[in-house]
T-cell receptor, first 109, second 114 residues
Framework: DQQVKQNSPSLSVQEGRISILNCDYTNSMFDYFLWYKKYPAEGPTFLISISSIKDKNEDGRFTVFLNKSAKHLSLHIVPSQPGDSAVYFCAASDGDMRFGAGTRLTVKP | DGGITQSPKYLFRKEGQNVTLSCEQNLNHDAMYWYRQDPGQGLRLIYYSQIVNDFQKGDIAEGYSVSREKKESFPLTVTSAQKNPTAFYLC?????????????FGPGTRLLVL
């Protein structure tokens, strides 16, 4: 039973454009959400987080949006750069952390 | 530099063999975790430890065992009872197991069955 779903296994965008990665969850008890970035043969690294009391958190080129009523989370990267090419995992926690399956982002020069 | 190290990077297991994956952290974190990643799936929790000499099963603990004799170390043994061990294994740590703790990951170990 996947409580956190990333329905797009891959996404390709042009350098300089916006990348939007989406994540849906089913457990309404989740109150903390994170995005991790993973390069091949490396462990995930923490990117950005948001608590359920907020609907937006911004850190440089990265913004996470939370829509609690829709149980939907998204990560926006603006502008996208080739170095952003990686697999992005969303995660949600109610004390136990659950991860989505990941979305592979490719940013083309 | 503070961080989490995992060794080896690649590990091969023969049928019926137990193998142990190493995880060490120098972040002074109390909590440590082991995850398994399979293609097309999210990270699944195998075991976690909130404190030395204490650990709990995660969602897929069958066929695995752990120990936590030192704060810095949380080795994972993949036993012969684990029938499908081929996967990418990730170790993580966090300050504690609170709901808003960020987990920090090691580079992973890829286990392959011969």
């Amino acid at each position: 039973d996947q409580q956190v779903k990333q329905n797009s296994p891959s996404l390709s965008v042009q350098e300089g454009r916006i990348s939007i990665l989406n994540c849906d969850y089913t457990n309404s008890m989740f109150d903390y959400f994170l995005w991790y970035k993973k390069y091949p043969a490396e462990g995930p690294t923490f990117l950005i987080s948001i608590s359920s009391i907020k609907d937006k958190n911004e850190d440089g080129r990265f913004t996470v949006f939370l829509n609690k009523s829709a149980k939907h989370l998204s990560l926006h990267i603006v502008p996208s750069q080739p170095g952003d090419s990686a697999v992005y995992f969303c995660a949600a926690s109610d004390g136990d952390m659950r991860f989505g399956a990941g979305t592979r982002l490719t940013v083309k020069p | 530099d503070g961080g989490i190290t995992q060794s080896p990077k690649y590990l091969f297991r023969k049928e019926g063999q137990n193998v142990t994956l190493s995880c060490e952290q120098n972040l002074n974190h109390d909590a440590m975790y082991w995850y398994r990643q399979d293609p097309g799936q999210g990270l699944r929790l195998i075991y976690y430890s909130q404190i030395v000499n204490d650990f709990q099963k995660g969602d897929i603990a069958e066929g695995y065992s752990v120990s936590r004799e030192k704060k810095e170390s949380f080795p994972l043994t993949v036993t012969s009872a684990q029938k499908n061990p081929t996967a990418f294994y990730l170790c993580a740590s966090s300050i504690d197991t609170g709901p808003r703790e960020t987990q920090y990951f090691g580079p992973g170990t890829r286990l392959l069955v011969l």
